[in-house]
């Protein structure tokens, strides 16, 4: 397959693995070369003929003891853990407590919190 208009400085992908359903995991080196891929979609449609969707790997990360005084439900709440945590903008996905708030002692003062 020829990828037209694209260059493929800074690919570098680790492993396919095709499923058996018929999609393939393809695990990239970069954040850059995924950016690379997304590009490539409507030469890969054309390709294969048909629907291609590209999907980011979201994972799970367990943040222990952190004050339940932060307000998971503000939308400024995923901003200011990137900012803090030096991460790209808009790389979390979503936060939510690890035990529901109704569950916790009126004197809990730190939680898990799965983001």
């Known amino acids: 397959m020829e990828v037209t208009g694209a260059s493929d400085e800074g690919f570098e992908a680790i492993c396919a693995t095709k499923l058996r359903n018929g999609g393939i995991v393809l695990e990239l080196r970069s954040g850059d070369a ?8 409507d030469d890969f449609a054309r390709y294969f003929e048909g629907d291609v969707i590209i999907r980011d790997q979201e994972y799970t990360v367990l943040a222990e003891r952190v004050p339940t005084r932060l307000l998971v439900d503000v939308p400024e709440a995923k901003a200011k853990i990137e900012r803090d945590s030096w991460l790209q903008e808009n790389s979390i996905a979503s ?4 035990k529901p708030e109704n569950k916790r ?5 730190a939680a898990h919190l799965l983001i």
């Open 105 to 109: 002692k009126e004197t809990q003062n």
């Open 95 to 98: 936060i939510k407590w690890f």
């Open 34 to 41: 995924a950016v690379l891929v997304r590009s490539w979609k």
